[in-house]
């Protein structure tokens, strides 16, 4: 081999050291045209296969500056070290610096508070659960940092998750196969995070739950049902809740995240002219009832604060509190009757059936049918573009239905 190619050797290695690292960061985080490629099979595997290339790459390295470093120019040297220098600094930030697991740590301390002693103000939107009694509330705000924590309510294990790049949040059963798993975050794809389990390795969606890649490619997460609304909305239906505090050592990233549980991109984007304009961050709520999908476009919901709707064979209820942000769906057939809502004077919910008053919770609480609970239904706030990805049959209200493929994505 003439010194030439053993030259070559050496930059090969480099590349070994330098490009599958760069992909797969690429691949892995929200960069330009990154998150729409379909590679997150790709970038399992690559994830398994850099660290040998990087030894393979730095054993190539190494062995040239054993045997022929000395033989090389002074402009070839400072040329090698300038390159190892490179190695060096792409490692710390693809493996280091911007790590989805760095980047966004689980907090050091989960702590919780009842309402006396709590700190985080009641107007913050929390992500609300309820098992067996008792409930907790997980503030978005700090949710949207860590993207997931994993705890108890009551008796039931729980792993709570949160995506700000769709918005959206989930609560899944950390259980699989009977064994509670521990996860850690991946990075993302479509904009979604990623989240591995400890004993397989299988990347699960954020956003679904499903398994999209490795030994359980196919099966989905036990999800478990939550609220989303106002910690003050969520503490006079759950007066006994305990609510997750700020682990202070994350201060200065929660306050990064200061409105985002309120603003929408729409009304930051200075250009759109048109407000109600349907664009990829629009948010939306979302239903799956029946096997069927629909999403209620947001801005327009808050218009008429109340819809009566169906889905598949389910009568449907969306209503948005006056707070602009805490919702709701329920079930709007009562003892095999369906309902039909308005708002009275006071802000309360009538059915025009019977006259009968319903408050926030869905509960009458005056009338007829005094007593009666409407049944909630899951339903999930999150950006339209996302929504879409993941359910793209499904249905759209944006004042009135109307076909996906006439949305702007």
Known sequence: MTFKNKGRLFWFGICLLLVPGLVHAYLLMPFPGSQDLNAITVSYYLEKIVMPLRILGFI?????FARFFNTDSKRQKLWKFAALVICAAVYYFTDVQYKASKMFEEPHTVAFA??????????????????DGVAKAYPLIYLGYHHKVQDNVGNE???????????TGRVYSPMIDGK???FRLVGARHYNAVVEDESTGTWWYQATGKAAVGKLKGSSLKELGYEQTTLESWLKRHPNSLIMQPDNYF?????DLKNYDRRQPVDKDSLLKNKDSLIRKSWVVGVILDGKAKAYEWRQLFKQNLLNDKLGNTDVLIGIEEDSVTYHAWNRTVDNKQLNFSLNASGD??????????????????????????APIQSYQEYWHSWHHFHPESQLWHGKDITPKMAKL
């Open 349 to 374: 919910l009538t059915d025009m059936e019977t006259s009968s008053t319903w408050d926030w919770s869905g509960l009458c609480t005056n009338g007829k049918l005094k007593g009666k609970q409407l």
């Open 157 to 167: 294990p729980v792993l709570v998750t949160y995506c700000t790049m769709c918005r």
């Open 180 to 182: 509670r798993e521990k």
């Open 251 to 255: 201060a200065t990233d929660y306050a």
């Open 114 to 131: 009842n309402a006396l002693k709590n700190k985080v103000p009641q107007g913050y939107v929390v992500l609300g659960v309820e098992h």
């Open 60 to 64: 190539l390295v190494l062995w040239y």
